[in-house]
């Protein structure tokens, strides 16, 4: 157990639907982001928070959306949901960005039919 | 614009025998990260190299950092199964809010 929770681990949804993926930090780690894995894009930074605010954007479409919440998690918000969104979604977490490595959570496998 | 070149994209190679991933950056990375990662699962850190010429060990693992060629390296040393995975390297920089950014992956197979 890495620290950083993620739930749920699978998700299968139809095209058009939305879903919300969730993800607990490290205790004590105050930076959150969230990545997507596909086979065809590889590894994509998606979007970063610290302490509840927005940090950083990367390639994340604008059907997607996040937010972290007081209590520090965070959750990864997909509507309108294509075939090609079918993916490894992972959460990250570091003390405060830049720290000394993150920490992934096991991963969201969603897959859209 | 970074961009994170990894190669070799695959290796298979036999038990025993050394070999290096390369990880080539485009532009001053503050620091790079090395992570393994076994199918379908998580990504598990393995270094982060900080300064020009740092070196890590661990295990039969030895990360390598030359900021003036924007170059790392990920030695493996007498392989063994175990070490089967897939390798990324990715570089974090300040102005970016230390986002990552990631090679597409060295998938590595040791066979016995």
């Known amino acids: 157990d890495s620290g950083v929770t993620q739930t749920p681990k699978h998700l299968i949804t139809a095209t058009g639907q939305r879903v919300t993926l969730r993800c607990s930090p490290r205790?004590?780690?105050?930076?959150v982001y969230w990545y997507q894995q596909s086979l065809d894009q590889g590894l994509q930074f998606l979007i970063q928070?610290?302490?509840?605010?927005?940090?950083a954007k990367g390639n994340i479409l604008e059907r997607f959306s996040a937010q972290q919440f007081p209590d520090l998690h965070s959750e990864l918000n997909l509507s309108s949901l294509e075939l090609g969104d079918s993916a490894l979604y992972f959460c990250?977490?570091?003390?405060?960005?830049?720290?000394?490595?993150?920490?992934f959570g096991s991963g969201t496998r969603l897959t859209v039919v | 614009e970074l961009k994170v070149e990894q190669n070799p994209l695959f290796l298979s190679m036999q038990e025993g025998k050394n070999y290096t991933i390369y990880c080539n950056y485009s532009?001053?990375?503050?620091?790079l990260y090395w992570y393994r990662q076994d199918p379908g699962k998580s990504l598990e850190s393995l270094f982060v190299?900080?300064?020009n010429g740092a070196v890590k060990q661990e295990g039969r693992l030895m990360a390598s950092l030359d900021t003036k060629a924007r170059l790392s390296t990920l030695h493996i040393t007498a392989a063994v199964h175990d070490l089967s995975a897939t390798y990324f390297c990715?570089?974090?920089?300040?102005?970016?809010?230390?986002?990552?950014?990631w090679g597409a992956g060295t998938k590595l197979i040791i066979k016995p």
């Open positions: 990250a977490s570091s003390v405060y960005p830049g720290g000394y490595g993150y920490t």
């Open positions: 205790s004590g780690d105050l930076s």
């Open positions: 928070y610290y302490n509840g605010e927005e940090r």
């Open positions: 532009t001053t990375s503050d620091r």
């Open positions: 190299l900080l300064s």
């Open positions: 990715a570089g974090g920089f300040s102005d970016s809010n230390y986002q990552l950014i």
